[in-house]
C-alpha cells in the first residue's frame, strides 16, 4: 500500500522502537528503547505496561505539546539539545526524558466499521502534507483504528484535521491525538496474518525445523508491511507467543538475539516440546529469575545468553563463572549446555525404584526381643507409680537421671478438649515455645535421682493410669540402651475418682547397668484429654479392704460409684432405659451413667451434647 512506504520527514527509514538507530552511539541493538545509558528496569509486567496513555480529545489546545517543532522552550524553561550526558538532579527529574524522541498516539473510533484502508487513503489524501504512519492496526476490543507519529508538526496536523475530514456517506472523521513514551505494538487480524505467513515462510526452516526471530526489529520487509516488532513489550510477545504455539509447535531450534527483551515473563506460556536450542543473545536480560519462565520446555539442552547484561563483566554482582553456572542450573535443570560452556552433571542418587518396597503401616514399633521386657517393665513401673508416695520408685532411676516435664497448651488443638485446670503445675512446666529464659530453662530440668523423686512425689498429683488406652513405640535399642515412648491416658484423683483426665506421652532412656535396666532419662508431655478420651476412660476401682464389712471410707466411695442411695437391680433398670433411649448398648450407657453421678438427666444432656460434637465412638452403639 502506498501510504507505507512514504519517506519519512528526516529521509530516514523509522520504526516503532521510540529510539532509531541513529539516536545510538554505542550498541544498535543494547541501548534500543532508553534515550540514555539507564537500565531497563527489570519487572514482571503488570496490566498497565501496554497503556502508553490516556487517548483525549483533540479539541481543547492548538499544539500537542507544550513545544512546537522549531523551539526548544517548554513552560518557560530551556531545554539543552545537546547529547553530552548530564547529571541529573532529583528536582529536575522531569528533564530527563527531553532528549528522548517523542511520540503521539492517532486514535480514530470509527475506523474499524470504515475500513481500515479506507480511513488512511482518505487521510493522505486531505491532509497538507505527507507523514509517516507507524503501526497501524484495529483495536480487537474498541474497534478503534490506532497508528503512531513521531513528528509534532504530523500530530498538530491530524489534530486540526479533527472532525473537518469527511469520508463519503460515513459523515466526518473524530480524530484523537495524545501524547505517548513509546508506540505499542499490537497485531489486529490483518497485520496478525501478514506477520504469520512472513514469519512460517520466511523465518522457519522445514527442514531443520529452525526458527529465526532474531533483529525482528531491523527487518524491512515487515516495515513495508506496516509492522515494527517490539519484543520488548508484553502484548507483543503474547501475539508471537500465540502464532508459535499454533503453527510452528514442531521448532526444535528457536532463536530471539537482539531483540531488546528485557524479560521473560510472557514466554512463560511458550508450549514447544520439541524445543532443543534457544538463544536471547544479545538482549537485556538482567536477572537470573527471568529464567524460570521457560522451565516448562523439558526438552531444552542448550541456551545462549551471551551479551546480556546478567553475563556481563560488568554485572554489579560480579558473580564467578562457576556461580554464574550453578544459578542457571538451579533454574533449569535440564540444561547441558550454556553458550560455549558444557554444564557438568549433576550428581544424584541411582535407585532403582523397583527393588524398593515401603513397609506396611503398624499401628506401634516394638521389636519382637524387647516385648516381654517392655510389658513388664511399663506394668511394674505405672504399678509403682500410681501408689500414693511413691517411695518404690527409687530403685527404678539412675543416680544421675535427668526428667522434664512440658504441659502443651490447648488453644490451638484441632480437637475439643476439656478445659480442666492444671494447677500449681503449671509452673514446673519447660515447655521451650514459652520459656525462653536459658537460666529458668537450666532450673526446670531436673537432675539427679533425689531431685527427680522429690519432684514426682511431692509435685506430681496422685494418678490413675488406663493400661488399656497406652500405645508404646521403640525409637533405638543400641550401645545398650532402649529409648521408647509410652502414649496414653491417666487421671488425676488427689481430690476423688472424677478429677481431670490428661492425655500423655512419656518418652524413657533406659540403660542396662550392673544394678538392672534403670531409667536414666525421663521426659513427658501433657495436655488435656478430648471429651471422647474422657467418656472412654476406665474409671479407677478402690482397693479392697482385707475386712468383710467395707469401711466408711470405702462404702462412700462405692456409693459414689454406684450411685447415691441406687441398688443394683435400680442401677440396672437405669442403664436398661438410657441404653434404650440413647441407643447406645449396655457398657457405654453405664459407663455415660456413672461419669455422671448416676444423675439421668445430667447423663441425658451429656449425652445429647458428645452427639452433636460427633464424640461418641462408634463401638458405643454396637449392640451384641
Known amino acids: 500500500m502506498s501510504y507505507r512506504n512514504y519517506p519519512s520527514r528526516e529521509g530516514g527509514r523509522h520504526h516503532t522502537d521510540p529510539t532509531s538507530s541513529r539516536f545510538n552511539t554505542k550498541s544498535k541493538y543494547h541501548q534500543r528503547g532508553r534515550g540514555t545509558n539507564r537500565p531497563v528496569p527489570n519487572r514482571r509486567p503488570t496490566a498497565g505496561d501496554d497503556l502508553d496513555g490516556i487517548t483525549v480529545s483533540i479539541g481543547r489546545n492548538l499544539t500537542t505539546g507544550g513545544i512546537d517543532s522549531q523551539g526548544s522552550s517548554i513552560r518557560g524553561r530551556i531545554v539543552s539539545r545537546s547529547h553530552a550526558p548530564q547529571q541529573i538532579h532529583p528536582s529536575r527529574m522531569n ?3 527531553h532528549n ?25 489524501v486531505n491532509c497538507l502534507r505527507q507523514f509517516q504512519p507507524y503501526h497501524y492496526f484495529i483495536d480487537r476490543d474498541t474497534n478503534t483504528g490506532v497508528f503512531f507519529v513521531n513528528s509534532q508538526q ?35 487480524e490483518d497485520l496478525r496474518r501478514h506477520f504469520r505467513d512472513y514469519i512460517c515462510n ?4 522445514a527442514q531443520t525445523f529452525q526458527l529465526n526471530l532474531s533483529n525482528l526489529v531491523d527487518d524491512e520487509e515487515l516495515s ?19 502464532i508459535i504455539n499454533k503453527n510452528l509447535h514442531m521448532t526444535r ?23 532443543e536450542q534457544l538463544s536471547l543473545a544479545s538482549n537485556q536480560l538482567r536477572a537470573f529469575e527471568e529464567l524460570v519462565h521457560l522451565k516448562q520446555l523439558t526438552h531444552l539442552t542448550h541456551l545462549f545468553l551471551k551479551d546480556n547484561p546478567l553475563t556481563s563483566s560488568n554485572n554489579k554482582r560480579s558473580v564467578s563463572r562457576n556461580d554464574l553456572i550453578s544459578t542457571i542450573q538451579q533454574k533449569l535443570p535440564q540444561l547441558k549446555r550454556v553458550d560455549d560452556i558444557d554444564l557438568p552433571t549433576k550428581i544424584g542418587f541411582g535407585v532403582d525404584n523397583a527393588i524398593i518396597h515401603l513397609p ?83 532450673i526446670l530440668l531436673r537432675h539427679g535421682k533425689t531431685d527427680v523423686l522429690d519432684f514426682l512425689r511431692i509435685k506430681f498429683p496422685l494418678t490413675k493410669h488406663d493400661g488399656k488406652s497406652f500405645h508404646v513405640d521403640v525409637f533405638s535399642t543400641a550401645n545398650n540402651r532402649a529409648i521408647f515412648t509410652v502414649n496414653g491416658l491417666y487421671r488425676e484423683i488427689d481430690q476423688g475418682i472424677n478429677g481431670p483426665v490428661r492425655s500423655f506421652q512419656r518418652t524413657f532412656t533406659c540403660s ?10 525421663d521426659h513427658i508431655m501433657i495436655i488435656n484429654a478430648t471429651d471422647s478420651q474422657v467418656l472412654n476412660m476406665t474409671r479407677p476401682t478402690p482397693p479392697a479392704s482385707s475386712s468383710t464389712e467395707p469401711s466408711s471410707s470405702s462404702s462412700r466411695t462405692m456409693e459414689s460409684q454406684n450411685g447415691p442411695g441406687l441398688s443394683i437391680e435400680m442401677q440396672t433398670q437405669m442403664i436398661q432405659k438410657f441404653s434404650q433411649q440413647s441407643g447406645m448398648n449396655i457398657e457405654y450407657s453405664k459407663l455415660c451413667l456413672a461419669e455422671n453421678d448416676w444423675n439421668y438427666e445430667k447423663a441425658a444432656q451429656k449425652f445429647q451434647e458428645c452427639q452433636k460434637m460427633n464424640l461418641i465412638p462408634p463401638e458405643a452403639f454396637t449392640k451384641p
Open 154 to 188: 504530523d500530530a498538530d496536523m491530524l489534530k486540526r484535521a479533527n472532525r473537518k475530514i469527511e469520508v463519503q456517506n460515513l459523515g466526518t472523521l473524530n480524530i484523537m491525538v495524545s501524547q505517548t513514551s513509546s508506540p505499542v505494538p499490537l497485531l489486529d
Open 512 to 521: 542396662q547397668t550392673s544394678s538392672g535396666v534403670l531409667i536414666v532419662a
Open 100 to 124: 528522548q524522541p517523542r511520540w503521539w498516539r492517532i486514535s480514530i473510533p470509527q475506523a474499524g466499521a470504515i475500513g481500515k484502508e479506507r480511513v488512511m487513503s482518505t487521510l493522505k
Open 360 to 442: 506396611k503401616t503398624a499401628p506401634h514399633c516394638v521389636p519382637q526381643e524387647m516385648q516381654t521386657f517392655l510389658a513388664k517393665f511399663i506394668d511394674e513401673y505405672y504399678r509403682l507409680f500410681d501408689t500414693r508416695g511413691r517411695s518404690e520408685l527409687h530403685a527404678c532411676y539412675h543416680d544421675s537421671c535427668m526428667f522434664s516435664l512440658c504441659i502443651a497448651p490447648t488453644e490451638s488443638s484441632i480437637v475439643p478438649t476439656k478445659s480442666y485446670k492444671y494447677g500449681p503445675l503449671i509452673y514446673d512446666s519447660r515447655n521451650l515455645k514459652k520459656i525462653f529464659d536459658d537460666n529458668k530453662r537450666a
Open 95 to 97: 528533564d530527563r526524558d
Open 224 to 242: 513495508a508491511l506496516g509492522i515494527y516488532p517490539q519484543l520488548n513489550k508484553q502484548a507483543f510477545v503474547r501475539d508471537v507467543v500465540d
Open 202 to 205: 520466511r523465518r522457519f526452516n
Open 253 to 275: 531450534q528457536l532463536d530471539l538475539g537482539s531483540n531488546n527483551i528485557s524479560n521473560l515473563y510472557e514466554f512463560r506460556n511458550l508450549q514447544l516440546n520439541n524445543l
